[in-house]
């Protein structure tokens, strides 16, 4: 079976309210290495993301996976991940069964999932009394139990206390170890540092900088945000 990526952005553009938000962006996704959509807010990466996953369709421009199916064998975690009104097995069974799953197959591997991301013992507790970093590990798991090839990461610790940004940080090098493609959104210069191979640097819906971000910007807009400046349209 072939795999998915690359992932080929043919001058893609999407507006909204009469607004461009991206404008004429192409490049490629590889395999292997870590990729980091880093920008400030408002500079248009959740909306990339939700195009390259295919939650959006492109206003112009074409978004062309390596094969296809390869909705299937991608998945997206946000921001604010929303819980079903169950438990937090019954969560992660769901995913599974959406997927087509047998269902003798899906309580072991959605404990397993559980167990990977440190939720063993919430799983009969109901997903949405969870703590908010409880319900950003129960939403990995999710992904984690349909082994992505390729895993899109909104900005998936924006809300937490460092404590529970740790705990997702390292969920996410597990799935990069395991050969999981991250493509993770952030605001955040310390995480891309951490867990970023590579870097696109995002600037009012375009894609000003990807090689050699931290050591050596190349633009002013780049350069600026890594001092800490603040962008002005």
């Keep these: 079976m072939n795999?998915?990526?690359?992932?080929?952005?043919?001058d893609v553009s999407y507006a909204a309210g009469g607004r461009k938000i991206i404008d004429r962006v192409s490049l490629a996704l590889e395999a292997g290495s870590s990729?980091?959509?880093?920008?400030?807010?408002g500079a248009g990466k959740s909306v990339l993301m939700r195009l390259m996953h295919g939650l959006l369709a492109p206003s112009a421009g074409r978004v062309v996976w390596n094969t296809v199916g390869a909705r299937r064998r991608q998945a997206m975690v946000f921001q604010r991940p929303v819980m079903l009104r169950r438990s937090a097995l019954a969560n992660v069974d769901y995913a599974l069964q959406a997927a087509g799953v047998a269902p003798a197959s899906?309580?072991?591997?959605?404990r397993e999932a559980l167990a990977e991301v440190g939720l063993l013992a919430a799983a009969a507790r109901p997903a949405r009394v969870l703590s908010g970093g409880e319900q950003q590990r129960l939403a990995l798991a999710r992904a984690w139990a349909l082994h992505p090839e390729v895993l899109f990461l909104d900005e998936p610790t924006?809300?937490?206390d460092p404590g529970a940004t740790r705990e997702i940080e390292n969920i996410i090098r597990a799935f990069d170890a395991a050969g999981t493609?991250?493509?993770?959104?952030?605001?955040s210069l310390g995480q891309a540092r951490r867990l970023g191979d590579e870097v696109i640097y995002l600037h009012q819906g375009h894609v000003?900088?990807?090689a050699r971000f931290f050591p050596l910007p190349a633009t002013t807009e780049a350069a600026a945000f890594?001092?800490?400046?603040?962008?002005?349209a």
Excluded: D, Y
Aim: proline share 5%.
């Design 226 to 232: 890594v001092k800490g400046e603040l962008p002005w």
């Design 158 to 160: 924006a809300s937490l």
């Design 3 to 10: 795999g998915i990526l690359p992932l080929q952005l043919e």
């Design 208 to 210: 000003v900088e990807r």
């Design 106 to 110: 899906r309580e072991r591997l959605a």
């Design 35 to 41: 990729t980091i959509i880093l920008g400030a807010n």
């Design 181 to 187: 493609k991250i493509v993770m959104s952030t605001h």
